[in-house]
């Protein structure tokens, strides 16, 4: 079994309190309306006009990179990641990473954040680029000089695009536009579509 396929469980203790529990999974297709509520909450009905959403749109996560946390049996958390061209570099975009304000004190971001790095390692990716604050996610390794020769489709913060290598020198000298290249969506044929009853 891969990291990708595990299920990472995690303990910890916050302010005095009893041990807290959760397990951080793969994404399975009955998280998809929590983690969309989830989403909206945390970033806002808009963000879908975000610069990075065009890099996801009409596309599925990179194979075995889409996780969701959970705990007391409901999800608290999600991140995925998606298969892009870097330049002319083969990488993985990061996002959205987001976790219910209600147990942020447990730790889940950055749990979320390792196991995704983890796994896309285990699976042989060579680099990772984000956009995001580097004080925050220097901890994992990102930084603004590796993505420095790359830019977006849209409007975007210069010093927020940060890249991470899974293999020494993924990066290097790596210029231009990051662009999907990830597998599409698939949707059923408008014949297979059960129609749908509307009440007056």
């Known amino acids: 079994m ?15 309190t009893p041990a807290a529990a959760f397990a951080i999974r793969e994404e399975r297709a009955h998280d998809i ?11 806002g009905v808009g963000r879908n006009a975000r610069t990075c959403q065009r890099l ?12 969701s946390a959970m705990h007391q049996g409901r999800l608290v958390g999600s991140v995925r990641l998606w298969n892009v061209d870097a330049g002319d570099r083969r990488a993985l975009v990061l996002g959205p990473l987001a976790v219910d304000a209600s147990v942020r004190a447990l730790g889940i971001g950055a749990a979320l954040m ?8 285990a699976l042989g990716h060579g680099a990772i680029i984000l956009l995001g604050d580097e004080p925050y996610y ?4 990102f930084a603004a000089a590796k993505a420095e020769g790359l830019s977006l489709p849209g409007p975007f913060e210069r010093h927020r695009l ?5 293999r020494p020198g993924a990066l290097n000298h790596a210029i231009g536009l990051i662009v999907p290249n990830g597998a599409a ?4 044929a408008a014949d297979q579509v059960a129609p749908v009853a509307c009440a007056a």
């Open 2 to 16: 891969t990291t990708a396929t595990t299920t990472a469980l995690h303990q910890t203790d916050t302010d005095n």
């Open 33 to 43: 309306a929590a983690r969309e509520t989830l989403l909206d909450v945390c970033f």
């Open 56 to 67: 996801r749109d009409g596309r599925v996560p990179a194979q075995g990179l889409a996780f």
């Open 114 to 121: 390792n196991h995704a790095i983890a796994a896309a390692k």
């Open 138 to 141: 220097a901890r994992f390794g």
């Open 162 to 166: 940060l890249g991470l290598e899974l």
């Open 185 to 188: 969506e698939t949707y059923p």
